[in-house]
Nanobody, 123 residues
């Protein structure tokens, strides 16, 4: 199982970024993929996730609901996180993760992680 996150960078408040998580080595249609972030000095936080197996589930943390959108490209086995109206509070290293267990992607303990991509939002 491999996950490769990319797309981070420096953006001004109010701007947008799209993160990509390229995956391989697992059944993309069946597994859950989640986005997490960790800001300096803070605990890791679940941001969003998606799983289409049995029952399509998506999840957004309250802090990003209405601003972030998760989507997939099945042909490319890639999960995207479109981030709009970014604020300095969104500054963090963003990680993607995958797992096959559970139905609700927001409650899964993810076993497979990619490296992070840094998002910096300036005020």
């Amino acid at each position: 199982v491999q996950l490769q996150a990319s797309g981070g960078g420096l953006v001004q408040a109010g701007g947008s970024l799209r993160l990509s998580c390229a995956t391989s080595g697992f059944a993309f249609d069946d597994w859950a993929v989640g986005w997490f972030r960790q800001a300096p000095g803070k605990e890791r936080e679940g941001v969003s996730c998606i799983r289409r197996y049995l029952r399509h589930t998506t999840y957004y943390a309250d802090s990003v609901k209405g601003r972030f959108t998760i989507s997939t490209d099945n042909a490319k086995k890639t999960v995207y996180l479109q981030m709009d109206r970014l604020t300095p509070e969104d500054t963090a290293v963003y990680f993607c993760a995958a797992d096959s267990h559970g139905i609700d992607c927001s409650t899964i303990e993810y076993d497979y992680w990619g490296q992070g991509t840094l998002v910096t939002v300036s005020s």
